[in-house]
């Protein structure tokens, strides 16, 4: 539990009106701060921290770096950007505009301050000890699918509140495991939970889905972003490369034309350093199929050589943590009491490269796009698989089993030794360093309330409140 004053604090940030102002400490609500709607630290590749701004005014802001002044760069102009092919169809779809320029300044290693008009961004400690995991943050709004989430309930949408408690457990590092705009059509004519929502994949639906409900967290800690579905270039993803990805923006990588999305969907994987031996690898599965991936797609190709690339990766570091959005390890539950495996695009494609589906020096992974909070360890050598696609988007209807059936497993040749899941709510997961390769994981609901804990160890992990395999014996 936190203590009394934190929790007092953090359901005051949980209601709509407190939320940007008391949560923020002493600053100012982003709306009410001059041209600036939101500041944050990414970590790109070998861990270095990328200072960014977006923001109203007419020109990037300076940059105070341990003491010395920078102009910052500019990244994206503002601009409304041609209507391409989305998921969505035609006349469900829109221009996205974003009229904010972003500006970003790569901060030098070794850097102890660094500050933008009198706003204090935090940097990464030698030893990371600390770290919130957040995945699937958006409000769903999807008329293909029927959703639409109440987004101006703050009960009901309620990542604003899940962002204040994870900022108020003061963490070194923040990893969000991808999908973060998911306010992709209208809100239907005549439903009070969603009325006069931002929709599309432009700036007002990212600052709604994301940069205002997350502002606390934001300015809490650096952030690892993953790449999500929703920010596949057929989705949200302008705004991934325009706000979000810690790399360069280049023409013919920034999803604006469709005919180069062969680029726009794929990234190397890279290596943020966590420390005393440990590191995590984070890479893009935005565009992976569910199903197997046939020969001689372009995935296959992408995939296979993103498999060697976080190989050779893993090699620099002794306990290695991959982090991508799909997870290869865990379930998701089917109407009927049915259990749907681990991602199959991704696993047909690494299962030729080994039988265990993950590259050897892997430890522990972190994935969302379930949207509930899952937990899995093996007999064999594959990694722990956590999933933590349960802060903010509509909840999966269907829960996991309490025991898991006999034979079920997420991969094949996998089996699974402890599991564990909770469908209770929204929340965030932690962890904390207890040693060279050991890590306490806890579960956090939305009211900052542990409902569960669990230890991990190398590649194994096991829970408090698990839903145990049943006895083969």
């Given at each position: 539990m936190?203590?009394?004053?934190?929790?007092?604090?953090?359901?005051?940030?949980?209601?709509?009106?407190?939320?940007?102002g008391a949560c923020a400490g002493n600053r100012a609500p982003i709306e009410d701060r001059p041209g600036h709607d939101s500041m944050f630290i990414v970590l790109g590749e070998g861990g270095t921290p990328?200072?960014?701004?977006?923001?109203?005014?007419?020109?990037?802001?300076?940059?105070?770096?341990?003491?010395?002044?920078?102009?910052?760069?500019?990244?994206?102009?503002?601009?409304?950007?041609?209507?391409?092919?989305t998921k969505s169809a035609p006349e469900d779809s829109k221009?996205?505009?974003?009229?904010?320029?972003?500006?970003?300044?790569?901060?030098?290693?070794?850097?102890?301050?660094?500050?933008?008009?009198?706003?204090?961004?935090?940097?990464?400690?030698?030893?990371v000890n600390r770290i919130v995991v957040i995945g699937d943050t958006g409000c769903r709004i999807k008329k293909a699918d029927n959703a639409a989430q109440a987004c101006n309930d703050a009960a009901k949408y309620p990542f604003a509140a899940v962002a204040a408690h994870a900022a108020a457990w003061k963490p070194d590092l923040v990893v969000h495991v991808g999908d973060y705009l998911y306010r992709e059509n209208a809100c239907p004519e005549g439903n009070?939970?969603?009325?006069?929502?931002?929709?599309?994949?432009?700036?007002?639906?990212?600052?709604?889905d994301f940069f205002r409900p997350g502002e606390s967290l934001l300015r809490a800690a650096p952030w690892v972003m993953v790449r999500g579905n929703h920010e596949s270039c057929a989705r949200g993803g302008q705004g991934w490369w325009r706000l979000m990805d810690p790399r360069p923006l280049l023409p013919g990588r920034d999803c604006v034309v469709a005919a180069n999305d062969d680029n726009g969907d794929y990234s190397d994987p890279y290596?943020?350093?966590?420390?005393?031996?440990?590191?995590?690898?984070?890479?893009?599965?935005?565009?992976?199929?569910?199903?197997?991936?046939?020969?001689?797609?372009?995935?296959?190709?992408?995939?296979?050589?993103?498999?060697?690339?976080?190989?050779?990766?893993?090699?620099?570091?002794?306990y290695n943590i991959a982090a991508d959005h799909h997870p290869i390890f865990g379930f998701a539950a089917k109407a009927g009491g049915k259990l749907a495996p681990?991602?199959?695009?991704?696993?047909?494609?690494?299962?030729?490269?080994?039988?265990?589906?993950?590259?050897?020096?892997?430890?522990?992974?972190?994935?969302?796009?379930?949207?509930?909070?899952?937990?899995?360890?093996?007999?064999?050598?594959?990694?722990?698989?956590?999933?933590?696609?349960?802060?903010?988007?509509?909840?999966?209807t269907v829960p996991l089993p309490e025991q898991l059936p006999q034979g079920e497993?997420?991969?094949?040749?996998?089996?699974?030794?402890?599991?564990?899941?909770?469908?209770?709510?929204?929340?965030?997961?932690?962890?904390?360093?207890?040693?060279?390769?050991?890590?306490?994981?806890?579960?956090?609901?939305?009211?900052?309330?542990?409902?569960?804990?669990?230890?991990?160890?190398?590649?194994?992990?096991?829970?408090?409140?698990?839903?145990?395999?049943?006895?083969?014996?």
């Open positions: 936190f203590p009394m004053h934190i929790l007092r604090r953090s359901l005051l940030c949980a209601s709509a009106t407190a939320m940007l990328v200072a960014r701004v977006i923001t109203r005014a007419a020109v990037c802001p300076d940059i105070r770096i341990d003491g010395a002044d920078f102009t910052m760069n500019l990244r994206a102009r503002a601009d409304t950007l041609p209507l391409r092919a221009p996205s505009a974003f009229p904010v320029l972003t500006c970003e300044k790569v901060v030098p290693p070794g850097s102890k301050n660094v500050m933008i008009e009198g706003n204090m961004l935090p940097l990464l400690p030698a030893t009070p939970g969603c009325a006069g929502s931002p929709w599309g994949y432009g700036w007002d639906a990212w600052r709604a290596a943020v350093p966590l420390g005393s031996g440990a590191q995590i690898i984070v890479f893009d599965s935005s565009n992976t199929s569910g199903g197997a991936i046939k020969p001689g797609d372009l995935r296959e190709i992408k995939y296979a050589d993103m498999y060697r690339k976080i190989d050779l990766l893993s090699q620099q570091a002794s681990g991602n199959g695009g991704l696993q047909s494609v690494w299962g030729q490269q080994n039988p265990d589906f993950a590259p050897p020096r892997i430890d522990m992974m972190l994935s969302g796009h379930v949207h509930v909070w899952e937990q899995a360890s093996f007999a064999g050598r594959q990694p722990s698989q956590f999933i933590a696609g349960f802060s903010g988007t509509q909840e999966d497993s997420p991969a094949p040749g996998a089996i699974v030794e402890h599991f564990s899941s909770w469908v209770g709510g929204f929340g965030f997961m932690t962890m904390e360093r207890r040693g060279k390769d050991r890590w306490d994981v806890k579960v956090w609901n939305v009211a900052g309330q542990q409902v569960n804990a669990c230890r991990v160890e190398g590649r194994k992990s096991v829970c408090d409140k698990a839903q145990v395999p049943p006895d083969k014996s």
